[in-house]
């Protein structure tokens, strides 16, 4: 599953389907690889960017993933409009409605979402640590500073 000392991803940070371990979601069962979620003897196949969104929440173990985090895990930093990540986060939502309060996903506005799993924050051995890592800037932080420093340079 790749070297030690990062988030045990083939590609540290992104969500990778493929090279995600299956993991406890409250009482759900969830296996990346197949895209299913098992609630007893009920099963949910998800859409592959869903199950990436998913997973990357469930990996923050409650704390707040950015938009931009979302894009740069999800879509590989590729641009993508509001409606494909609202998209996303809407049939994860709706997903936990049909599993009736298993878990939900919390909007922080202006900030982010995080996953809130049977009243708590989302807590799975098999996820391992969520570690940032060092600092990556986004494209929107590149993009600006790169603006900013040619205003400084032109002023």
């Known amino acids: 599953m ?3 000392g990062h988030d045990g ?11 995600e371990p299956p993991f406890s979601l409250g ?7 197949t895209r299913e979620i098992m609630n007893g003897s009920a099963r949910h196949v998800l859409e592959p960017r869903v199950m990436q969104v998913l997973v ?8 707040v993933i950015t938009r931009d985090e979302l894009i740069d895990r999800c879509w590989d930093g590729r ?4 409606d494909a990540i609202n998209h996303a986060v809407g049939k994860v939502r709706h997903l936990s409605e049909e599993l009736e309060g298993e878990f939900a996903v919390e909007t922080i506005p202006r900030v982010g979402y995080r996953l809130i799993a049977n ?7 098999e996820l391992g640590a969520s570690r940032r890592g060092p600092f990556r800037p986004t ?3 590149a993009i600006g500073s790169g603006i900013a420093l040619g205003a400084i340079a032109l002023g």
């Open 119 to 125: 009243g708590t924050s989302a807590t799975t051995d």
């Open 56 to 63: 990357t929440l469930a990996r923050a173990r409650g704390q």
């Open 27 to 33: 009482t759900l069962k969830i296996n990346p690889s």
């Open 9 to 19: 991803l083939a590609i540290p940070g992104r969500a990778v389907l493929a090279h």
């Open 2 to 4: 790749g070297e030690t």
């Open 139 to 141: 494209r929107r932080v």
């Open 79 to 82: 641009i993508v409009g509001d």
